[in-house]
């Protein structure tokens, strides 16, 4: 009772702070409104595109949550880099074949690129994020930090709106404003999207032709050379100095034969399409002893969608597969691999069965999960009870299936 009496003494003042936290972003709209027309919005489309919004102040969490730079590489690979991704997205180059191939007559870029690439960012267009685009920009362009980057996104969203490209119903994304098949933000869009299927509009959400074409387009202004790799894993010589790795630190592909850095099965790197003074780096995403990668040029186009080495990886690797591959040759430094989505779904089928509430069995990971996730750990004496969605609690679990219920005495 003493509990819910308090809840009741500070109902109003929570209800006041909601209510300031209102007016200050309805005062936020009215400035935003005048910076907009500088940027070619009307006050008819800001007026038709702002109607109603209310501010999200969860999006403000996410700002330093990136799972590019929060989450274990070999657990980032494992949900992004499976087989269900590999299987669909040759699906994806069969069934888009006429397609892929004008988008690479035109533009240069691979058809495994391009489709690697809309199988990390949307799944192949099957998941686009829930949030409403404006809400969560306009919100990111009132509060918090990088408050001038959003708000350039979001007046390039509102402009979208305005010409026609895309439409609001249903408009959503991620929290930081990126949407449709490929995940492009609105100033990209704004400025790459290209028209694929000539219908005159640019729409990266409706339209798979627009989508996969844009993609191409960015990488190819990014800087792809056709015909060439992004790189490949490679093996070190014994004493290789770590410090010489890093994307930064580039030197002549013959540099990196003669100091020893060789093909995974121990053969000379010497790719047919890639001149010896062309320029390299090698990559060591965990450590000295862990899958090891030399890349050239068309991995900073990669790398330039999102600028996160994981991220890079993923695309790479994924294309990879795509063409054929085997997958890595060398294993991370874990006794704890990350699982795919497959095996994710698995593990919360057993939180589930083991009564906890953890919501829809979809693969995705979030605080629920880690949460029943941590609770099974302590039952199970693991430790540490972190909650991660690693192999051991996966297994431990597997071994640890409820029996039957016991039968009643007759």
């Not at 929570?14 to 027309?37: H, I, M, P, S």
């Not at 800001?46 to 590019?68: I, K």
């Not at 990390?120 to 990111?140: A, H, I, M, N």
Request: hydrophobic share 40%; aromatic share 8%; with cysteine.
């Amino acid at each position: 009772m003493k509990r819910l009496a308090c809840l009741l003494l500070l109902a109003p003042a929570f209800a006041a702070q909601a209510d300031q936290a209102d007016q200050a972003f309805q005062r936020c709209l009215v400035g935003l409104k005048t910076a907009a027309a500088g940027k070619g919005v009307s006050a008819a489309s800001f007026d038709r595109y702002t109607a109603g919004l209310q501010p999200d102040p969860s999006v403000l969490e996410l700002l330093d949550a990136q799972p590019e730079f929060t989450t274990p590489i070999w657990d980032y690979l494992a949900g992004l880099v499976d087989a269900e991704r590999v299987a669909d997205g040759r699906a994806m180059l069969e069934t888009h074949r006429e397609l892929l191939a004008r988008i690479e007559r035109e533009y240069g870029v691979d058809a495994a690129t391009v489709v690697a690439v809309w199988g990390v960012e949307s799944d192949y267009g099957r998941v686009f994020g829930k949030r409403p685009l404006l809400v969560s920009l306009s919100t990111l362009s009132c509060a918090g930090r990088r408050q001038e980057f959003f708000r350039g996104e979001f007046f390039a969203t509102l402009r979208l709106l305005q010409d026609g490209h895309i439409q609001a119903e249903g408009l959503t994304g991620s929290w930081a404003g990126a949407f449709g098949h490929t995940q492009f933000i609105p100033s990209t869009y704004a400025r790459i999207a290209v028209d694929g299927d000539g219908d005159g509009r640019r729409d990266l959400v409706g339209s798979i032709p627009d989508a996969l074409a844009s993609t191409a387009n960015y990488l190819k202004r990014a800087g792809w050379r056709t015909g060439q790799p992004w790189g490949f894993e490679v093996k070190l010589p014994q004493g290789f100095d770590a410090s010489l790795a890093g994307r930064g630190k580039r030197r002549p592909l013959s540099d990196w034969t003669a100091r020893g850095v060789r093909g995974v099965d121990g053969s000379e790197v010497a790719p047919p399409s890639v001149p010896a003074s062309s320029q390299a780096a090698v990559l060591l995403p965990a450590g000295r002893d862990a899958p090891a990668f030399l890349v050239f040029r068309n991995y900073d186009a990669i790398y330039s969608y999102n600028a996160a080495e994981s991220y890079a990886l993923a695309i790479s690797l994924l294309s990879d597969r795509l063409r054929g591959g085997e997958g890595l040759a060398a294993v991370w430094p874990t006794d704890d691999p990350g699982l795919s989505r497959a095996e994710r779904r698995r593990l919360q089928q057993s939180l589930l069965d083991r009564g906890h509430d953890i919501g829809e069995v979809d693969g995705m990971i979030g605080s629920n999960t880690r949460r029943a996730i941590q609770a099974e750990q302590r039952r199970l004496g693991m430790q540490p009870a972190d909650g991660r969605a690693g192999r051991r609690i996966l297994e431990a679990l597997d071994s640890d299936r409820p029996g039957p219920e016991p039968k009643a005495a007759e």
